[in-house]
């Protein structure tokens, strides 16, 4: 790749954006000698600045990334010989090279659709109502939604009310892969557990946030979360310094700076958007969006410094993170309403 | 846990250690904004970095944490048929919560004996001679040594070199488990390439040396490494910001950092070695060393504030870190002379 | 279920069927002591015998169950990481409860479409084309077909090749699973070799051609077979008494049984499809057929003591057998026509 | 190997045996159509046949191999973060080519020592004292004992008892490998209850004792009769002719047979260990025994017509079947006699 990420204009991933001062800062300040793995004081800590969060008992455990966090997650839920009904799009089923397979020990993805990414009731329904061979087709044990959804969508808390619904009917597990779930949550202006929802689990993602490889894992269930712990540590994810990974989680939530910086990213996402206009594939509910541009527009644009991916439907995708200017914003937005 | 860490007499593991300034400062350098998971420029320098220090071209990729080195490096080498030969105190055997399983879907560990923790030939013989049975019995895939041990014992060259032909002979890989590869190599005062000796995969340690969480794994074989590069992924630890995990290694490596805070670890271990006298299960090799001690004998050194383990063998375990002070060192070194 | 099998209308399933008397006798004649597992002279024959039916060379295990056979060809083609190309309605995607993500550890089946749940050039290389995400995604190692299909259609040896030349372009295995490959082979009429094609290892269905419970499971490279036995002793399928699984395959293969059973079972359904005319999803190719029919005269049909499943896509499947009478199946033929 | 099978003096393995004719009576019965896999009236048959014969409810399922069936058991008991306490020289660790590595999903077997094969209370209390290391080690989640013993011993019911209640005491499950289990029983002269004891799953053999290739899997509680049924089918055991199964298992179970021929294998043994006298490495309680013999020894036996392993401990090893002809016994007592 002849890329240079030199230039300031990179809306290519939340992943290529800076960790934020005061997530060094909680990293430093964790620099003293503590107990190695998770024996540490702030690691401790998160059990109940999430509770606190969520207005509810909850058990966290930490990860350093969000494909170990979905997993692991998923691994409290679903049988060797069972399925996690998914978006076709998401992210476990396109993006973690078959993570699930290895984490599940085989057990399946079964797809659904929806639009935008966005698991509802009817898709979930179309694929339960497919699994028909007892005993020679794999049995749905959980379902996985994505806040916000590959398309930088948001679940409506009344959405997330009658899919958890669905699921308990069903005997299924909830599980929700939150890389973006502050944005998600600050798009809907709710509280964290009504952007949640009546999940099992929640992968609270951090990275994409500030901070630098941290996600919480959260469980409304101890025995779930007793049985992560066990899992995390044969995958290899238990660091030996896991205080550091629990400093940047604290530095995220403990004061709101979780929101603060999903609102920056959602903002300059909406700048772009309001340039865009009918070129958006949707309305964003996040900090991505995606834009129906040509090859020559797109050449156009990436003549003017702007780097972005190009999705596979066809459209260009631009990401914002916390540390997007809104000057720089500004100026793409402008870059294409003058295309 | 009553344990505090406010002392700095803490001798308990080198995973508790402090980072080293100089990987702060690498990881601070490393926040610009950079392509993700390991497309940046650091991790692409990590093979000619790393082909210097050993003189003949690898293949490297980092992971956050030594299990997940371990097992991804063996997953190379092994197929879920198959076994791994290693010594029975090891730490894929007794301390990754059966993570060798995981990794190489359900492949066994064989184990075998050996003083010191240390594998040698008639170990590694006398397992192969145990397997006798054809299709009905788990073959040997792969031999997996540690250096320096569990023991805090290195293995000399011309070791090495017995152990690579025997491996070579039976078709067997060779991995090495180099948690503590850097202070085994400062003991030694070899080359990299000769403390190493003709492994076919290395975890090359260095959390334990002053990073926060990143080991170094080293192929010899392109195709290996290719391999890797897979199970990590999808393992969930291909970081999306592995800018930062690369950082840390070539603050170690690029400069030798890594010879000289082993060396310092060691020197801090060779002072308490000459409290101990007589009482050592071993003359230390590494930075870490086990005492004889009785029970009252441990209350009163933790009375005076030092803290270790017990070990399972009956003595207390002292690990020294970079940042062990000599002062403190000295100061166990007279308590246990004084005992 | 109610249901009763004592009429000899049943069309349910060619697993309905008896065992042949020849098999039998086969069996019967296997029953002196001989080696344990398949250390016998039986199982040691079957090398020879269909090395000589396919003219090529090929190494031959035994296994109980076509489940068993297809996943252990497809664990010697596939990386746990991989995936393996296959329709959408493939019974290995559908009827196996997950039995390929157990054996393959957790790869994924890559879905294709095509008509009559045959693959083709075309559907595989959407597939293909669709994998875009480098390390983040699972890459297909293998393809898989199935002969007959499972709407009992054949690949004609031409489609074969043209899929078989697609597979080593891209590097990937070439697996058929051949539940009712007798019956595509005496449809098409052509050579055993030429109604597999290019295939690397090949499921040679017997059990629902007569025998009891043997499959035969053709390498066409003795280093997938070998593996294939290791793989085959650790899923618990090395039986004991391997010979009585033997028996049974070379009671149909070395006299040209298995041809002519399949053809007394594919010239019964051309006798029903005879009664079914247009209300046929596709003329018959072997031993199965599909019929547009609607509720009510699907009643009819089983007023009339015949036995038959609905199918997923609304229509009725008749599945004939070597040992279903023609008589029943002129019988079955013109009632669908009386409707 | 040069070894035929044409000789009568064949004492190598139960698995050489022939299949007892009222098996293949019952086999040839089974053979009218009926529906597939485990659908028929015989394998429905099952529960009811076990209960009376146990006296307390159980749930069986059938399996065509040992190794199936033992692997099945255990994974309804083990996660995969677990292990399974064992013999060193159980057939699940030393001839199952890692197949519970398989079956559970990498999950480790914990070895403990005993004499003659046999854990007790000591040595399943040593492996658990071991575990000394939290969630960096593999905890145990269940014990398998082996009724009788890789040496022939049987577990009297009192000694069942005792490891039962301290399975019970620390939260674990209880399998019996009983694939010897019939000549257990019939030395033990006890009821089919008592011989297995408080165990949650019993692999009850068959086919070393007259079967073809049959194995009855009981449990004793429903939920994880459940779990093995998905997991038979993922692993490609489920038959589709499964009644042929289900026959050969009622055939021996419903009017004693089993014991019967267990007892007449017992019998044969018992009659070369009063020619054997003190080379006996253990008094036989079942259908094997071993025997201290020279090479030189084994050599003139052979050089008789004698057949036979060398096992690893340096005997010879003898194993008797239903067939055994007792003046072949009686042959061989006299021949090791008069050496």
Avoid at 159 to 165: D, K, Q
Avoid at 201 to 230: H, I, Q, V, Y
Avoid at 302 to 313: L, T
Wanted: hydrophobic share 45%.
């Amino acid at each position: 790749m002849a890329f240079r990420m030199a230039s300031s204009r990179q809306f290519l991933s939340d992943n290529a954006a800076r960790v934020h001062p005061r997530v060094w800062q909680a990293m430093r300040d964790a620099d003293g000698p503590d107990l190695p793995y998770d024996g540490d004081a702030l690691s401790k800590r998160l059990d109940v600045v999430f509770s606190d969060l969520f207005g509810r008992p909850c058990a966290v455990i930490w990860a350093s990334t969000g494909t170990a966090a979905n997993c692991l997650a998923l691994a409290t839920m679903v049988e060797p010989h069972g399925g996690v009904v998914c978006h076709r799009e998401s992210h476990i089923e396109s993006d973690e090279c078959g993570a699930p397979g290895f984490y599940l020990h085989g057990a399946k993805l079964l797809l659904a659709d929806g639009s935008g990414a966005k698991l509802d009731v009817g898709g979930i329904e179309a694929v339960l109502a497919g699994i028909t061979r007892g005993i020679h087709q794999v049995q749905a044990h959980a379902v996985s939604i994505t806040q916000a959804s590959e398309y930088g969508l948001a679940y409506a808390p009344d959405e997330l009310v009658a899919i958890g619904a669905l699921a308990r009917a069903h005997g299924l597990g909830l599980h929700m892969d939150g890389a973006r779930f502050a944005n998600a949550a600050a798009w809907l202006g709710c509280s964290a557990a009504e952007a949640a929802g009546p999940v099992d689990a929640l992968s609270f993602g951090c990275t994409k946030n500030g901070a630098m490889d941290a996600e919480a894992l959260l469980f409304f269930d101890e025995g779930k979360a007793d049985l992560a712990r066990w899992r995390r540590k044969r995958a290899g994810h238990l660091h030996s310094k896991g205080r550091f990974v629990a400093a940047q989680i604290l530095a995220l939530v403990e004061h709101g700076l979780w929101l603060e910086l999903a609102g920056q990213a959602n903002a300059a996402a909406a700048e772009i958007a309001g340039g865009a206009g009918g070129r958006l594939l949707f309305a964003p509910q996040s900090n991505e969006l995606f834009v129906r541009l040509t090859p020559a527009e797109r050449a156009t644009l990436r003549g003017q410094g702007f780097a972005f991916y190009d999705w596979d439907d066809g459209t260009a995708r631009f990401v914002c993170s916390w540390d997007t200017r809104q000057e720089d914003a500004l100026a793409l937005a402008r870059a294409i309403a003058a295309i």
